[in-house]
């Protein structure tokens, strides 16, 4: 049994140690008194009431109905007036019921609704008489409808709620494919453009010059490994977004930033008033595009989140060249409770979807949450795959 368990049972008999108090203790105080006691002892039941709703409605039933039946008030009132007020004790348990209706599965809730309606009416059957009966029972069929519609209505909530969410994810991912498609439109393009001029140079100097002809094609086969590398990592996992359209919008012509531009991106997070310690470890060697491209997306997500939400005056990169693969990190020291994409507070951007989308399109790895020292970090993994020249001379 966990802590929290514990701790939750522990409220339980508690609450049922303060209702027999109440109603054995005192035997001769109204019943209203006692009813308004329970209610008040339903508070002791919160940890139960989050964590095992079913099982702190039972218990504020057996707490109510001891408080209808336990022993009667002063001598000199009547029967009827003695158990008139402590109906009212069922109020905590139609509380609770409406937390079940709201939070548990249909099945669970509608046999909730008919254990408590039947329990209520039995007691009140057995303790009310005349017209107190009437008005008793109308009253607890009245207050279990009021609180099973409360339920209803926040279930409604919390789904559309979720609903939504998932939309906006939903949209949040397709527009980061949309931005990879474009961004892998632009690589291409520049690969193709190389393959183009070292094919013409080698068509010129093929008889002349075989020596440039020969590092003319070496060149071509090297980037159109690279390139298509690069194409199947990417579209293998892309799915087509908008009918295939990309829309107006198309990256402008110019060379796709990657880990080289980490310090011009240091020195602009810099000027925004959170000072970036970058350290770059292992053999530092040209990367693939898209590697690259991807490794730079995750470090300005990274660190823009840090200038927005961190609440720190300085962070660390670390970029760290394997064998193998690529590691990068971005950690701080600030209020990493409230970082986009935390449980603690409702995320209001998507940069860390779209990191995560990224990464999976590569075949990496991507960690992020706050660290129990504090802070936030954001860790990726990328694999770097073979370079081509070192395949074309293992072949």
């Avoid at 329970?38 to 039972?58: D, K």
């Avoid at 926040?154 to 609903?163: G, I």
């Avoid at 000027?271 to 970058?278: F, H, I, L, S």
Wanted: proline content about 5%; overall charge neutral.
């Amino acid at each position: 049994m966990t802590r929290t368990k514990a701790m939750a049972w522990a409220g339980g008999a508690s609450y049922l140690l303060m209702v027999g108090l109440l109603v054995w203790g005192a035997p001769r105080a109204p019943g209203t008194v006692h009813a308004a006691g329970s209610l008040l002892a339903v508070s002791l039941l919160a940890g139960m009431v989050r964590r095992m709703p079913l099982s702190a409605l039972a218990m504020t039933l057996i707490g109510s109905t001891a408080v209808v039946a336990g022993p009667p008030s002063a001598a000199h009132e009547s029967l009827a007036a003695s158990y008139q007020g402590q109906f009212l004790s069922y109020l905590a348990a139609d509380l609770v019921l409406g937390f079940v209706v709201a939070t548990r599965a249909r099945r669970a809730s509608i046999v909730a609704v008919a254990v408590s309606f039947t329990v209520q009416l039995l007691v009140i059957g057995g303790f009310a008489h005349g017209d107190d009966l009437t008005v008793n029972g109308v009253i607890a069929l009245l207050a279990i409808a009021a609180s099973c519609m409360a339920g209803l209505l926040t279930r409604e909530r919390r789904e559309h709620a979720a609903a939504l969410r998932s939309q906006e994810v939903a949209e949040a991912v397709t527009a980061e494919r949309l931005r990879i498609a474009r961004e892998l439109h632009d690589m291409v393009a520049h690969s193709i453009g190389i393959i183009a001029i070292q094919a013409g140079v080698g068509s010129r100097v093929i008889q002349t010059q075989p020596a440039e002809a020969g590092e003319a094609l070496r060149t071509i086969e090297a980037a159109s490994r690279q390139t298509l590398s690069s194409l199947r990592r990417t579209l293998v996992a892309l799915r087509q977004a908008d009918g295939g359209a990309i829309g107006p919008e198309r990256s402008p012509l110019a060379p796709s930033p990657g880990l080289s531009n980490v310090g011009q991106l240091a020195a602009a997070t810099a000027d925004a008033g959170v000072r970036v310690d970058v350290r770059r470890s292992g053999e530092q060697r040209p990367l693939p595009a898209d590697v690259d491209l991807a490794a730079y997306r995750i470090v300005q997500e990274a660190l823009t989140n840090v200038v927005r939400h961190a609440d720190t005056g300085r962070c660390r990169v670390a970029i760290d060249f394997g064998d193998e693969e690529l590691s990068v990190e971005v950690v701080d020291d600030g209020c990493g409770a409230t970082w986009n994409g935390s449980a603690a507070r409702p995320a209001q951007g998507f940069g860390i979807v779209g990191m995560r989308e990224r990464v999976g399109l590569l075949g990496g790895h991507l960690s992020a949450g706050p660290r129990p020292e504090g802070g936030f970090r954001v860790a990726a993994r990328l694999p770097l795959p073979e370079p081509a020249g070192s395949a074309v001379e293992a072949r």
